[in-house]
């Protein structure tokens, strides 16, 4: 792995800050709907939010995205 900068890694912490912020929403917003699609769709949405924050934490710790 390249040698991050600071900048690099500042940039990489709000991704991941709003990746968490957006997965926890959609859950809410999942959890809070009537219309099963829309749920089933802000269930998926909330999913997409969780894989991403995992790769960029994964990546961060020197592992493979």
Avoid: W
């Avoid at 929403?25 to 009537?34: E, P, S, W």
């Amino acid at each position: 792995m390249a040698k991050l900068t600071a900048k690099d890694l500042d940039v990489l912490t709000h991704v991941l800050t709003g990746e968490e912020i957006a997965c926890k929403k959609a859950r809410v917003y999942a959890n809070t709907l009537t219309d099963p699609a829309l749920a089933q769709e802000m269930d998926r949405i909330s999913s997409a939010h969780a894989e991403r924050f995992s790769a960029l934490l994964r990546f961060l710790e020197g592992g493979k995205a």
